[in-house]
Structure formats: structure tokens, C-alpha cells
């Protein structure tokens, strides 16, 4: 799975 951070992702989930 790639993670990377977005503006939208972070207030979506926050999972590292």
C-alpha cells in the first residue's frame, strides 16, 4: 500500500 499525505487525506484519516 502507498501512503503519502495529502490535505485532503489528513483530515480524512490520519494512519502512518
Do not use: L, P, S, Y
Not at 1 to 16: C, E, L, S
Request: glycine share 6%; hydrophobic share 20%; aromatic share 6%.
Amino acid at each position: 500500500m502507498i501512503q503519502f499525505h495529502t490535505q485532503q487525506d489528513r483530515g480524512k484519516t490520519n494512519r502512518k
